[in-house]
């Protein structure tokens, strides 16, 4: 169905009263190619930043231009050519289809068996629909809610523009410009994200999800995203979306920076499926993502929880800095390397605050060619008496040509704390699937049931609705890797 | 048509002889029993008529209803209707044994045309055959076989065998590591699924599982094949005298 013009004008009405942000103030479609000084004055100026904004970008990128590139992980890639991507596009710049009948038919197919409707599958593939009126007043009531309790959700550009003060004092609190590579980078260039404010007290009603933002299906390459919680507040917020999202842009790099006050609460849970390439991993996505949480008050508690499908190379280690005395940290991971896929990931707790917990439950699976690490440290300060740690990483091996690896590092600076490390290896056995297969399953449902059963302590953190779509992806995403 | 015909398979394992020209016919309505010493084949037959991935036929054929089951995978042969009761249940951990059964059940129901449950009203119906069966919701509740004890995974397989309501059902020495108690409970889970609609093979060492699952027809398997068949009777004569004697009388 093609939009009417009272439609459109409706449409922009609406778009310039929520400050969607560049939809409407975009002269120019793309800056120029490669990255220098200017072309991060240009990317501020498109914002509208205050000055200290631009000086902050300005600060990380001279300080990203002294650094190197990591090379610890065990990933293998070619040189990204970083002179060679466009560091600001205006979105909805992606190729416009008209009917479904032009969109990859292995796509497609991915979307039906994640049970995606045909309305949705449009917009995931860009086809040109008129599904901005029904976006925007689903938008509407959503906000409507969240801003009677006092809770901030929106663009990062947005919040800089509204509420000045909370992003000055916060941004690069948790993750510092010069903490990593492309950290810098992303400090310099970054176009995109969220930003959530929590007020004391409150316990956010809903759980938020970047789905509910429009243009969020084109999410930028270097997305920063920024969630402050109050004393005594609490939220949950879902990242990605388990439909493969393609994207031209090789690179990903994006910083999620997490604050939580005295007895508040963060619950951060990403369903993750960029598109892995083909099967000899040409085309996919790299994923370089630096997520920090700050347990800063007492008894404040940071979960990640995460289910990694997809990507050609996927390097990210959602950490917990448990600052405040008798706060919690903990990490839930399942991460699927099939194919050519490589995956270094795992986690950080650094323990500072006396009676600190932690728990780290990674899940790894490989398949065909598939490496898959997991690189955990946990870090126990000698101030942070009585600190607990426990960590299980295990993996489960589909095949006999991937492999699966685990490098924890542990340092413990007081005798008081108390750190323990569990590792298994498996393989899918025989007579597992034979037992399926003897009660009517065939060899998909069996390996993704016992998958399935294998992530079960993962996937239980998960919110609901993300589960059901995780649980079918992790099927689909190991399929043809048994038999 | 016999419900199941076995006609003189042969099949190999590690380039050995296992079954040498085993056949059998069964008939629907009927109950059969197959006793045999150890290394008479009995597991290899059971996994054959499974399909068991590497104990494929070397010569001879099998029949369901008629239809070869050889070019059949073993999850096809299972949703025609053959289900097999396992000498020892494996264990699946994290996959609950309500979502498992249900999956199991959907996937027969789907085969047959027959509409699939849905969470709730499949609870329901496993409720009341697992009460049946002795098999509590707790039990429903934990993942498949594990931490079962050895009544309860043959318990549990029962219960599979009576949601399935399969056509031909193979009991793989299901009174092995039972005690008296369990094996009453077991015999009456499957005496009550008994119908002329269906068949069953008991595949047993000892005699006094027949006590309590009474066969129509009792077999004794040597060296893989079957070598004398009779009446109930038949398992009261390996009783008293040993597989020997009746090995060396034929």
């Known amino acids: ?483 | 048509m016999s419900l199941l015909e076995i006609r003189n398979a042969c099949l190999k394992l590690d380039g050995k002889d296992i079954l040498k020209g085993l056949s059998l016919s069964v008939n629907e309505g009927e109950v059969h029993a197959i006793m045999g010493p150890n290394g008479s084949g009995k597991s290899t037959l059971s996994y054959m008529l499974a399909g068991r991935e590497g104990y494929d036929l070397d010569k001879g054929e099998i029949l369901l209803e008629g239809k070869s089951l050889i070019e059949m995978s073993a999850d096809e042969r299972a949703r025609s209707g053959l289900f097999l009761a396992f000498q020892y249940p494996v264990e699946l951990p994290g996959v609950g044994a309500m979502s498992f059964l249900r999956e199991a059940v959907n996937s027969r129901r789907k085969f047959l045309g027959e509409k699939e449950f849905d969470h709730l009203g499949f609870v329901k119906e496993a409720r009341k055959e697992a009460s049946k069966m002795f098999v509590k919701d707790e039990m429903l509740k934990r993942s498949v076989n594990v931490g079962f004890s050895g009544g309860e995974k043959k318990r549990f397989e029962i219960l599979q065998m009576a949601m399935l309501k399969p056509k031909i059902s193979i009991l793989d020495e299901t009174d092995s590591g039972l005690d008296v108690d369990a094996l009453k409970i077991v015999s009456e889970g499957v005496n009550a699924q008994r119908s002329k609609d269906n068949a069953i093979v008991v595949i047993t060492h000892y005699q006094r599982l027949l006590d309590y699952i009474i066969p129509d027809f009792v077999h004794i398997l040597s060296d893989g094949a079957i070598i004398k068949s009779g009446g109930p009777e038949l398992a009261l004569e390996v009783e008293k005298n040993g597989y020997a004697g009746l090995i060396n009388a034929s």
């Open chain 1, 1 to 483: 169905m093609v939009a009417t013009q009272e439609t459109i004008d409706k449409v922009k009405e609406v778009s310039q009263s929520y400050k969607y942000g560049f939809i409407t103030n975009v002269e120019s479609e793309k800056a120029p190619l490669g990255l220098n000084e200017d072309i991060v004055r240009f990317i501020s100026q498109k914002k509208k930043e205050p000055q200290w904004l631009l000086e902050w970008r300005l600060k990380a990128y001279k300080k990203w231009l002294t650094m190197k590139q990591p090379n610890w992980a065990m990933v293998n890639f070619p040189d990204i050519n970083f002179q060679d991507i466009y560091y600001y596009s205006a979105p909805k710049t992606k190729p416009k289809l008209n009917s479904l009948d032009e969109v990859d038919p292995e796509l497609l197919r991915t979307y039906e068996k994640l049970g995606i409707p045909i309305k949705e599958q449009e917009m995931l593939a860009g086809v040109a629909v008129d599904y901005v009126f029904d976006s925007v007043s689903v938008a509407t009531t959503f906000r409507e809610k969240l801003e009677k309790e006092g809770i901030i959700f929106c663009p990062i550009s947005e919040a800089v523009q509204n509420y000045p003060e909370l992003v000055k004092k916060y941004i690069g609190s948790v993750i510092p410009i010069g903490d990593n590579y492309y950290a810098a980078l992303n400090s310099a260039v970054f176009t995109d994200g969220s930003f959530v404010y929590v007020p004391k007290g409150v316990r956010c009603p809903m759980e938020l999800s970047t789905y509910f933002r429009i243009n969020e299906q084109n999410s930028g390459q270097f997305e920063r995203t920024l969630i402050i919680v109050e004393d005594d507040a609490y939220v949950s917020y879902l990242e990605g979306c388990t439909a493969p999202q393609r994207d031209e842009n090789q690179l990903h790099a994006a910083v999620v920076e997490l604050i939580a006050m005295n007895n508040s609460e963060i619950k951060y849970s990403t369903v993750q499926n960029w598109y892995p390439g083909d099967k000899d991993g040409k085309g996919g996505i790299y994923n370089f993502v630096t997520k920090r949480g700050n347990c800063l008050g007492k008894r404040s508690k940071i979960s990640w929880t995460q289910v990694e499908t997809g990507s050609d190379i996927t390097w990210k280690y959602p950490s917990c800095i448990l600052k405040g005395d008798e706060s919690v940290g903990e990490f839930y991971s399942v991460a699927v390397a099939n194919n050519a896929q490589q995956a270094d990931t795992g986690t950080k707790m650094i323990h500072i605050g006396k009676n600190t917990k932690s728990t780290i439950i990674s899940k790894g699976i490989s398949a065909g060619k598939a490496q898959n690490t997991y690189r955990g440290q946990v870090q126990i300060q000698k101030n942070a008496l009585g600190s607990r740690n426990f960590t299980q990483c295990d993996s489960l091996l589909i095949g006999d040509k991937c492999g699966a690896h685990t490098v924890p590092y542990i340092n413990q600076y007081t005798p008081s704390a108390r750190v323990e490390h569990e590792a298994t290896t498996s393989k899918i056995s025989e007579d597992q699937l034979f037992y399926c297969l003897q009660r009517g399953l065939d060899t998909e449902q069996a390996t993704s049931l016992i998958v399935n059963g294998f992530c079960k302590e993962v996937m239980k953190e998960l919110p609901m609705e993300f589960a059901v779509e995780a649980q079918k992806l992790i099927g689909i995403s190991l399929e043809g890797s048994v038999g």
